[in-house]
């Protein structure tokens, strides 16, 4: 097969498909380079606070289960009955400095959200141990309180909003928009036929969930904004205004755009719900952390907004599968339900009826936990309880820090040297705008070619090769494989490198490589006149 051939049969794939294939070419590349993936967005950092933390109250869950039956290997089941003086002996925080952290967690939740101690004790040691299916099914009850004050913490910007808001973690950002989009067809909240709104560029699978494809997709393209410093502009907001939308799926701060919206785009939001009160608006905050002083959608339209959050990305927890869905308990999903005509109505009471009652009281949340299982596995729903306990340990790590997290700011100190040492290297401007979470930067290769060698060569580069090529070559001859916009809904010749997953020195090798490749064009461009 020819390079070419080779280069059309990969633009069919998804963009996380095509990367994959680059990858094995970039391992055996031709110039013998260093390999670099700056594909991905998995973060190479860990949380190492709330991982050791897991591993104590492992520890301590044993030797409670071992009071009741002790056997060999055979323990038994954990009693409150003493569970928080017996923890206070079990931790050694002058000798263990993670011991501090629990006990700091314990009075935290205490003092700051009334939780009895004994009771969130045995929670986290059940919960660890698993010893139980989840029960409540859609999240355990201390921990609900927990997620929420996390959430509230890091997202909402001094909204309090979260007593009045209900939670279903689920196994990672990945299943909370499987689930999501299930019970919005499920519950007939989107038919076929129907408008939706959409930030693009925007992660694959929004644009590739195949639910999706009998909808009538209406873009709302936040990236047309170029002249504005990349900011969402108030007037790309107000196109969810237009006739027969029903629905907006945002991600923000965008991937790969890594843009956050401003408070002007937060307010025209506010704007349009006064107009639409009956916009469904579903916001995927995953990197909300990276961006200073960030405000979530769901702050300004909690009537309106599910929220979804995942630990993957900060704590660097995506073989853990942790996430969850926010919704407000008074929320336009439960009226739009009520306000099916009613032989819908009828329909999916019978769906529900073998879970409650009262199904036709079932809350929109609920039902997604039980459609999660199909309905008839409701019982024995739910996230697994070591992964919801590792969600509150992970929310505790911020809880307990006074004013600044000094984990979420040297993650952003991190993203930001490597995203310096790239635009340096590319002898790029650095976007500075304060929503720019720089966690993934797009790099306008047409744009660099022109600054560097004129319009003549930027034109031959977009016209004469298949747009996957300078990738494929990248990846081929100099061993680094980054990922192509066009896949997220960009224009052509955005490259999207991650600012996650390589060391620091990286980044401004892979920009010595963009360089050197972009000359080889240029070389071939001069003798081609
Ligand atoms: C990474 C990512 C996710 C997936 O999160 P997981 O918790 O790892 O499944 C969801 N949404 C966006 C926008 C992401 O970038």
Known sequence: MTSREEEKRLEKLGAFEISSELLQLAQHNQKGN???????????????????????????????????????????????????????????????????FLLDAVNYVHDALNI????????????AIGNNYPVPSR????????????????????????????LFPTEGGTAAIVYLFNSLKENKLIKKGDKIAINTPIFTPYLQIPELNDYELVEVDLRSNEEHNWQIQASEVDKLKGEGIKAFFSVNPSNPGAMAFNDAALAEIEKVIAEKPELMIITDD????????????????????LLVYSYSKLFGATGWRLGVIAANKKNVFDH??????????????????INTLEPEKLKF??????????????????????????EV????????????????????????????????GLMLEPNTSKENSKYYALIDLYQLAEKLYGPDFSNYLAAHFEQVDFLYNLSQKNGVVLMDGVGFGTKPGELRVSEANLPNKDYGIIAKQILELLDEYHQNFLQQE
């Open 393 to 424: 340990l992970f929310s505790l790590t911020h809880l307990v820090t006074q004013e600044k997290d000094a984990y979420i700011e040297d993650t952003k100190k991190i993203i930001d040297q490597r995203y310096q040492a790239l635009f340096k």
């Open 286 to 305: 995953v990197y909300g952390t990276f961006v200073e002083d960030f405000k979530t959608i769901y702050s300004v339209a909690p009537y309106n907004t």
């Open 34 to 100: 260093l390999f670099l993936n700056a594909g991905r967005g998995n973060p190479n950092w860990i949380n190492a606070k709330a991982r050791l933390a897991f591993t104590r109250i492992i520890e301590f869950g044993v030797e409670e289960s071992e009071r009741t039956i002790s056997q060999g290997d055979l323990a038994g089941y954990i009693q409150l009955e003493g569970i928080f003086e017996r923890f206070e002996t079990f931790l050694t925080p002058k000798t263990k400095k993670i011991d501090q």
């Open 116 to 127: 009895d101690q004994a009771e969130f004790i045995k929670e986290l040691a059940d919960g």
């Open 336 to 353: 739009l339900i009520n306000q099916l005509a009613l032989i819908d109505q009828k329909e999916l009471a019978a769906r529900y009826s």
């Open 365 to 390: 949340i609920d039902r997604m936990v039980a459609d999660s299982r199909s309905v008839g596995l409701y019982h024995t729903a739910g996230l697994s309880t070591p992964q919801q306990i590792m």
């Open 139 to 166: 999240i355990l009850k201390n921990s609900e309180r927990v997620i929420n004050a996390y959430l509230e913490s890091v997202l909402y910007r001094g909204e309090k909003l979260a007593e009045q808001t209900d």
